[in-house]
């Protein structure tokens, strides 16, 4: 296991190696984790894979240093285009869980020809909600944004006011009060939502890249996932119904019961 850094003029990305297998494994995770929620993979397929596991800006050891700018789709290709070249990397495939499946997609959309299998767990970043576009595309109410989500009493009322309206369910109140307990866990939020804003794909487009480069996709959905849904992935699924495999789990247990009962690569 190896920890390294690769390091250009917007960003500091640390990453973890495991496993000494002969194909590439490019692996991101959800909101609120780092890279060591990939580690059991090393037992399971380190033969097969040499995994690269991420840290996602505001996650782990990663940073971001222009917290004025987010990050768009072109920045996150000349990383990955400076990480693959050091790696030597030519062929790879992609695991991406929840948040992290943005940049897992990002990936894809620029090396899709290179790029062997797309695995994504209750993927974030497919469908676009108009909650998330309106508090994070206007800068009055991304400032509107930072100090409710900063402060936990308006935070608090916030989300009781949008289960109250309908616009979230209890499953998406429940896992926010799990991340918001503290000042560090509640900024964190507010610049992964801020930051990551412009990592959204076309589904048309990237379906057709996956038809054109015969990818092989699958979509893993939690059956009592109540914080992204299948009718958030259906932009996708729809050129793809067969990629789609459930697990009975909810949204936090979904990566661990992947890698320990699925985690078919």
Known sequence: MKHKV????????HYRQYGKGPAALLCFHGYGQDHDVYRELEELYGNKYTIYSFDLFYHGQS?????????????????????LAVQRIERFSLVGYSMGSRFALATFDVYADRVDQLILLAPDGIKRRFLYWLMTSFGF??????????????????????LFLKLINRGVTKFSETQMKTRAARRRVYYSWVMFRKLFITPRA????????????????????????????????????????????????????????????
Not at 63 to 83: G, L
Not at 141 to 159: D, S
């Open 6 to 13: 690769l390091e250009t003029p917007k960003a500091l990305l």
């Open 63 to 83: 940073f971001w240093h222009n917290k004025e700018q987010p990050v768009e789709k072109s920045d996150w290709s000349y990383i990955m285009e400076q990480f």
């Open 141 to 162: 109410t991304r400032h509107l944004l930072r100090i409710v989500v900063t402060n936990p009493k308006p935070y608090l009322w916030l989300m009781q006011s949008l």
């Open 206 to 265: 990237t379906a057709e890249k996956i038809n054109k480069h015969n990818v092989t996709l699958k979509i893993y959905m939690g059956e009592f996932d109540k914080v992204i849904t299948v009718s958030q992935v259906q932009p996708l699924l729809n050129a793809f119904p067969k990629s789609l495999r459930t697990i009975p789990a909810g949204h936090t247990q979904l990566l661990k019961m992947w890698i320990q009962t699925y985690g078919a690569l």
